[in-house]
């Protein structure tokens, strides 16, 4: 049974405000926060760097995480790199594969800027990066099958926008990449930890962060690395050798390799202990709650006279704007009078948020832990603003 009353108390800013931007970042749970504490204070060391027990703990819980993340995704867990966020993952591919002048690269208009900026900087180096349509935040599979070549190394899209909150047919997008001889790139921040993942087939390279739905704490994050034998290393540092000369060195295999220096060690425990709490609710009950919320929340800006809601039906994102309000007002106004957290602005996807609107819009996201006096509390203050009684 989803117990959200016993949920919201491992958060307890919920008790402060109504929290409605986790498609930035979701809050983190007292148990995340306390496996932090606890390495502080009872074992801090480095990762892999020593004998003594503290360091041998201090590797064990890392290293614990890995594996918990591994199986949570459905991967093995010696192809999964610990990143600080999404952005870095994106950007170790985009690094880290051999390109040729007049490869290909396609993605999509839909993309937050993480997946958009780093192909569109290989222009550079004679690397063609194609940019597939979207309508009402969809890409259509057909157009990506118009869109492929013998020149196609890569494919990268989005799981679900963090816009919109769509979901992009990923299993087909993968087929049609992989019968054209490309490999594909998934960025799945907005979804892992909030509905369930597509087969690791799907993907040859998975972006996620710790941070949203997996609930962990900001600067954490993986890339799942199908065939490590693809990537070149891109960042060179302590940890990652096997046997050094003045003339040379041997690496060690992934995910090493891709993981010199000193890592996030706190950060990356606290994931473990959030993925737990994940593992306990279940993603397919956390979907369906996400799912519920946002049909609430849907309905009741679309019946508020003065409201433009974008988008499709059937989403936990939803953008939208109030006639004669700039969003950035709307979400002050949200904050200082009804104490409502909300997004406004371009979201870090211009491209598609343009299209919705030149100034960009207001966006509310749900997590987990959202529940329907949340809900309540958005609508009751978008409908004081749209209809002009609130001071501003």
């Not at 299993?171 to 921040?189: K, N, P, Y």
Request: proline share 6%; charged share 20%.
């Amino acid at each position: 049974m989803y117990d959200l009353v016993r949920l919201r108390e491992e958060f307890p800013v919920l008790s402060r405000c109504v929290y409605l931007d986790s498609a930035s970042t979701s809050q983190t749970p007292r148990r995340a926060v306390e496996a932090m504490r606890r390495y502080f204070y009872e074992y801090a060391a480095n990762h892999g760097r020593g004998a003594h027990h503290l360091a041998v703990r201090t590797t064990e819980e890392f290293e614990r995480t890995r594996e918990r993340l591994g199986e949570f995704l459905g991967v093995p867990s010696g192809n999964l790199v610990f990143t600080r966020n999404t952005t870095e993952s994106i950007n170790m591919v985009a690094r880290g594969l051999c390109w040729k002048k007049g490869d290909e690269v396609i993605t999509t208009a839909l993309e937050h800027h993480a997946n958009l900026l780093p192909w569109l900087a290989l222009r550079k180096q004679g690397i063609r990066v194609k940019v597939l349509p979207q309508k009402d935040g969809m890409v259509r599979p057909t157009d990506l099958q118009e869109a492929v070549s013998a020149r196609t190394r890569l494919v990268a899209v989005n799981h679900m926008t963090n816009v919109l909150g769509t979901v992009q047919p990923v299993e087909e997008m993968a087929r049609i990449a992989h019968d054209a001889g490309s490999a594909i790139l998934v960025d799945a921040a907005q979804s892992v930890g909030h509905m369930p993942i597509p087969p690791a087939d799907c993907f040859d390279y998975l972006a996620i962060p710790g941070h949203k739905g997996l609930l962990g704490p900001q600067g954490t994050g993986a890339l799942y690395i199908a065939d490590p034998g693809t990537l070149a290393v891109t960042c060179y540092g302590g940890g990652m050798v096997e046997e050094v000369t003045v003339d040379q060195f041997t690496l060690l295999p992934c995910p090493a390799r891709f993981e010199p220096g000193t890592p996030n060690i706190p950060g990356v425990i606290g994931l473990g202990e959030a993925i737990g709490l994940v593992n306990e609710l279940n993603v397919e009950a956390i979907h369906s709650h996400e799912k519920e919320m946002g049909k609430v929340m849907r309905e009741g800006l679309l019946a508020t006279e003065g409201v433009t809601v974008y988008g499709p039906p059937g989403t936990a994102v939803i953008s939208f704007n109030v006639d004669g309000r700039a969003p950035d007002l709307v979400a002050r106004l949200l904050d200082e009078q009804a104490g409502v957290c909300v997004r406004s602005g371009f979201h870090c996807a211009q491209p598609l948020t343009r299209s919705l609107h030149p100034g960009g819009t207001v966006r509310a996201s749900i997590g987990c832990y959202t529940n329907g006096e949340d809900i309540q509390a958005l609508l009751d203050g978008v409908e004081t603003i749209a209809s002009g009684t609130t001071r501003s």
